[in-house]
């Protein structure tokens, strides 16, 4: 999949601006506060309907605008196909090939982006709600059934509290309810742990070949129930709790409170990890997920990385760019491109200043 060209209009900190990219590596430079993170972020919009810092898309419109507009034409073999969007302060409009979609499904994913941003180093600090999103997202891209089951889960556990907050509960109710909790969960649970151990299965090879040492790395998935075998297990055990969630009106387990843990050397990397090995983890993590994409949907995703190089020694820098997968179009955005200059491919170099982009040759 390669992004070929990019149009943005009352974005962010950009008026107006285009920029046509290469298959290879593409590099964003340029000072802080210039725009670098906000280019990869309407991409990540194009790619996922959503921004990767803001939970209202309204932020993403320029100061004083009534509008903003983005479209990416995108190649996926021989086909190609126009992606665009428009954000209005409460609403936004997609449209594929200037058709617009009418179920977000229909957008999301035809651009499929690898993101790594500063702020995913927050999967380290332990919280929960995070790595599930982390986990929810991804598997999302390549798994409309996961969605679908998510969706359900999601549906059948905010009946399932409602009923639990009440004065007078039904307990009949309640006991379907509870049937369908489990049915909705058992492909949640199962799909995130299967997602989680398929990783693990590339991660230390990533991480190795990026950093040349020789550390475990692992990530674990923690339920938010004690794991059983199927799901007339966990039936079982969602009744056995029923009189602990009626004290506590609430769910207290499930798939709603499952969290993941990454390890390094079988120690959480958060307490232990250097800043260096943390951000090589995760850039190892970043890698995994692509091939993992890429396996999953025989589709090369395009990988998106913010500010990468800060908190990465020289070498780690030049390794880095050593591992960027082949064939897999990459966009890199940095204040210092030092690293590039030993970089022996072709790659594109764009000076980002003040919302305006600048081709620069020679590289
Ligand atoms: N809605 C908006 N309208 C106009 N400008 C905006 C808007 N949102 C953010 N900006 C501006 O965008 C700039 C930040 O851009 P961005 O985050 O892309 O910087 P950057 O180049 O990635 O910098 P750094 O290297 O520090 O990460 C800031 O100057 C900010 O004022
Ligand atoms: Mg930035």
New binding site residues.
């Given amino acids: 999949m390669i992004v070929e060209h990019l149009e943005l209009r009352n974005f962010?900190?950009y008026d107006s601006a285009k920029i046509s990219f290469m298959p290879g590596l593409n590099v964003l430079f340029?000072?802080?506060?210039?725009?670098?993170?906000?280019?990869l972020?309407g991409l990540f919009f194009l790619s996922c309907a959503r921004s990767f810092r803001v939970s209202e898309d309204r932020?993403?419109?320029?100061?004083d605008k009534d509008a903003a507009k983005l479209s990416v034409r995108v190649r996926n073999d021989d086909r190609e196909q126009i992606l665009s969007g428009v954000i209005y302060p409460s609403q936004k409009t997609l449209s594929v090939n200037k058709r617009p979609v009418a179920k977000l499904s229909e957008f999301v994913g035809l651009l499929n982006t690898v993101l790594f941003s500063p702020l995913d180093m927050e999967l380290f600090h332990q919280a929960p709600r995070y790595c599930r999103r982390f986990v929810d997202q991804e598997l999302s891209k390549v798994s409309r059934d996961y969605l679908e089951s998510l969706r359900s889960y999601n549906g059948v556990l905010k009946e399932r509290n409602l009923v639990l907050k009440g004065e007078h509960v039904d307990m009949v109710y309640l006991s379907v309810l509870n049937t369908r909790f489990v049915q909705a969960m058992w492909p949640v649970v199962t799909g995130r742990r299967k997602f989680i151990s398929e990783l693990n299965a590339l991660l230390p090879d990533h991480y190795q070949k990026l950093t040349g040492e020789k550390h475990e790395v692992q990530l674990r998935y923690r339920p938010g129930f004690v794991w059983v075998q199927n799901a007339a297990e966990l039936e079982k055990q969602v009744e056995k709790n029923v009189q602990r969630d009626l004290t506590m009106h609430q769910s207290v387990s499930g798939a709603h409170k499952d969290d993941l843990e990454i390890l390094l050397d079988q120690h959480p990397a958060d307490g232990y990890g250097s800043q260096g090995q943390k951000r090589m983890l995760m850039l190892a993590l970043k890698l995994s997920l692509c091939s993992w994409i890429e396996a999953k949907s025989q589709k090369k995703p395009v990988l998106l990385f913010?500010?990468v190089f800060s908190e990465l020694d020289f070498r780690h820098q030049q390794q880095l760019l050593n591992c960027l997968p082949e064939g897999v179009q990459t966009l890199i955005?940095t204040?210092d491109d030092s690293a590039l200059r030993e970089y022996s491919l072709p790659c594109r170099r764009f000076v980002?200043h003040e919302?305006t982009i600048e081709e620069k040759n020679g590289g």
């Fill in positions: 962010r900190n340029g000072a802080n506060g210039q725009g670098k993170t906000n280019l972020e932020q993403m419109i320029q100061d913010d500010d955005t204040t980002i919302g």
